[in-house]
């Protein structure tokens, strides 16, 4: 028994899940908590999953991949995917994230939803990074939106609170 955490002992695993607006809520905060996701693609020859840069808006999720990289193939030949983002705190205790399970859309440069990504994609702070220049403007590459039709969400503090501490968001059942 966990005397600093008896919520979380094996007895006690709730399968009440947590409600649908709370959850969003909850899913939203963990992909404000880090902008480093693992992005899983299906490769030619098995999985590829690559640690890469994201930001969120709402459950939608952008991200540049690198222009010709495999995971870019990967996408343009199947573009199921996964993003699996995770708290960046330690032990079992404070375990939070999520994956979003979708089809990868690939925005082309200067089209509206492009602009609109770019909005969202903090390019500014990558590109300083990198050295590159900010005052000409977002890199004209393609950008990468996810617009999640599962999002499994993990969190065991929710069992102190009588939760599931694993739940599953549908899109279609919003």
Known sequence: MSAAHPWLETENWPDTPIPRDQ????IERVLTM????YLGTAGKVG??????????????????????SPKLRAMQRNPNICLAVANPMA?????????LFGQAKLLDVGTPEWEHGMTIFKWQA??????????????QVQL???DP????????????????PRTVWRRDEG
């Open 23 to 26: 959850l969003e809520n909850r």
């Open 34 to 37: 880090t902008n480093i996701g």
């Open 144 to 146: 990468l939106r996810l």
């Open 91 to 99: 032990g079992w205790a404070c375990t939070m994230g999520c994956q």
């Open 47 to 68: 999985p590829i999953v690559s640690p890469l840069e994201f930001y969120a808006e709402g459950l939608t999720v952008y991200i540049v991949p690198q222009p010709g």
């Open 149 to 164: 039709d599962r999002i499994v969400y993990t969190e065991h503090y929710m069992r102190k609170d009588g939760y599931a």
């Open 126 to 139: 990558s590109s300083a990074e990198l050295g590159r220049p900010t005052d000409e403007g977002a890199p």
